[in-house]
């Protein structure tokens, strides 16, 4: 098998294996490639692929289990990865969906407190969900289911 090469801050760098796994998509390969180093805009990537895919699996409880910690761990590491995320994207911070994955998890896990906080914190980034309302809206929303399972 050949060596493989990507972009990486303008320069052409060799793959390594956790690049190899997010790119696979498989999700034993990815939880397999956790520990291993490497450069931070491969790691956001293979812990984002990591949360989508046990996000999709999620009504098994060990993958929303999993899901939760793997978020854990991208929203901790995430000071790091978005200056190095930025460079490699003009500046800016492409759409990290951990971020609304782990929001829609928590809500639904009725950790109402925590998935607001995570909305928070994207906003902080100034990151993209995809939707019209934002962050902002998600909140809203959030707090409205909230108080009805209050009511």
Same mark, same amino acid.
């Given at each position: 098998?050949?060596?493989? +090469?990507?972009?990486?801050?303008?320069?052409?760098?060799?793959?390594?294996?956790?690049?190899?796994?997010? %790119?696979?998509?498989?999700?034993?390969?990815?939880?397999?490639?956790?520990?291993?180093?490497?450069?931070?805009?491969?790691?956001?990537?293979?812990?984002?692929?990591?949360?989508?895919? %046990? +996000?999709?699996?999620?009504?098994?409880?060990?993958?929303?289990?999993?899901?939760?910690?793997?978020?854990?761990?991208?929203?901790?590491?995430?000071?790091?990865?978005?200056?190095?995320?930025?460079?490699?994207?003009?500046?800016?911070?492409?759409?990290?969906? %951990?971020?609304?994955?782990?929001?829609?998890?928590? %809500?639904?896990?009725?950790?109402?407190?925590?998935?607001?906080?995570?909305?928070?914190?994207?906003?902080?980034?100034?990151?993209?969900?995809?939707?019209?309302?934002?962050?902002?809206?998600?909140?809203?929303?959030?707090?409205?289911?909230?108080?009805?399972?209050?009511?």
């Amino acid at each position: 098998m050949g060596e493989s +090469y990507t972009l990486r801050g303008g320069k052409s760098v060799r793959t390594d294996a956790v690049f190899d796994a997010w %790119t696979s998509g498989n999700l034993k390969r990815m939880l397999s490639a956790l520990p291993l180093n490497t450069n931070l805009v491969d790691r956001h990537f293979l812990l984002q692929g990591i949360v989508a895919e %046990t +996000y999709r699996l999620r009504a098994e409880p060990k993958m929303a289990s999993e899901c939760a910690r793997v978020s854990e761990i991208h929203m901790a590491e995430f000071q790091q990865i978005a200056p190095a995320l930025a460079a490699e994207f003009d500046g800016t911070l492409p759409r990290v969906s %951990t971020f609304q994955n782990y929001a829609t998890l928590l %809500t639904e896990q009725r950790d109402f407190d925590r998935a607001v906080w995570v909305c928070e914190l994207a906003k902080y980034y100034e990151v993209d969900d995809g939707t019209q309302s934002g962050f902002d809206g998600r909140i809203a929303r959030i707090r409205k289911k909230q108080a009805q399972t209050h009511t």
